[in-house]
């Protein structure tokens, strides 16, 4: 108990530290958008800090820590180049000018306070189980529900980076301009990305629920799916583009919401 939580600690410090100097780097460009790749380049942080603390390369941790590692450059390179490509998130644009007019803050206290001091211990709470799961060596083989952690966990990584890289095409494509994404991985749901980081973070819980500690990491992917499902993710997305495509009603209801489906006929 005294190893775990200390590990918890050092890793919440060095959470702590990396947004508080994202943040300090925001403020001065007046542009809180590269915290969406603080997100994903976080948790590998967090990953390589638990791998160091706890001694020993065994299989479980070299699998949790890899897995993470891999996952966090995918999606923070993704979204630190999206920013670079697109510009500014418009969310973030539109929140701390409505705090800023409406509340009086300055922008570094909007930035801080809804912005990074929120995301802070969710990104920690989130991978937990590469955490939890480093913890205890025992047992030293993998069995076979960490194999299959692993085995979604891998998929659900190719999985977004495809949908991912699909969107990016349609965007880039100039006559596909007002039209809904409908093609490709999106044709069975209206949110593949989603759907494949669900499926990375609940692999890894697998991985690490053949550890004690591990087990018990269960709030992080319970919390992520939560939180894409019925929080900032798949509402917030959806009820933009309602707003301004009137053909993403037709869609949706022919698509599948979160789960790959075949889609519906039109009739």
Not at 56 to 78: E, M, Q
Not at 112 to 123: E, G, H, I, N
Not at 158 to 171: C, G, N, P, S
Request: hydrophobic letters at 50%; proline letters at 6%.
């Amino acid at each position: 108990m005294p190893e775990l939580l200390t590990v918890l600690a050092i890793n919440a410090v060095a959470v702590l530290v990396l947004f508080v100097a994202a943040w300090a780097i925001c403020v001065k460009m007046r542009d809180c958008t590269p915290v969406d790749s603080l997100w994903g380049l976080g948790m590998g942080v967090v990953a390589i800090s638990t791998f160091l603390q706890t001694g020993g390369a065994t299989p479980r941790k070299l699998l949790l820590t890899v897995i993470c590692v891999a996952w966090a450059l995918r999606l923070g390179g993704y979204m630190l180049w999206r920013w670079r490509h697109y510009g500014p998130d418009r969310r973030y644009v539109r929140m701390l000018d409505k705090a800023q007019a409406e509340r009086g803050w300055g922008y570094a206290h909007a930035a801080f306070r809804l912005v990074f001091l929120l995301q802070m211990p969710l990104l920690w709470l989130v991978c937990l189980p590469v955490q939890l799961g480093q913890i205890s060596a025992e047992p030293l083989v993998l069995g076979p529900v960490a194999i299959a952690g692993a085995v979604i966990a891998v998929f659900g990584l190719a999985f977004e980076t495809l949908a991912d890289w699909q969107l990016v095409r349609f965007k880039d494509n100039p006559t596909n301009e007002g039209q809904v994404m409908d093609r490709g991985l999106w044709r069975y749901t209206r949110h593949p990305n989603y759907f494949g980081d669900a499926c990375v973070w609940w692999g890894l819980w697998l991985v690490a629920a053949e550890s004690g500690p591990g087990l018990f990491a269960v709030v992080g992917p319970l919390f992520l799916t939560f939180t894409l499902t019925r929080w900032s993710g798949m509402p917030t997305v959806e009820g933009r583009l309602r707003r301004h495509k009137p053909a993403y009603e037709d869609y949706a209801r022919r698509t599948s919401a979160f789960i790959p489906w075949p889609p519906r006929s039109r009739a």
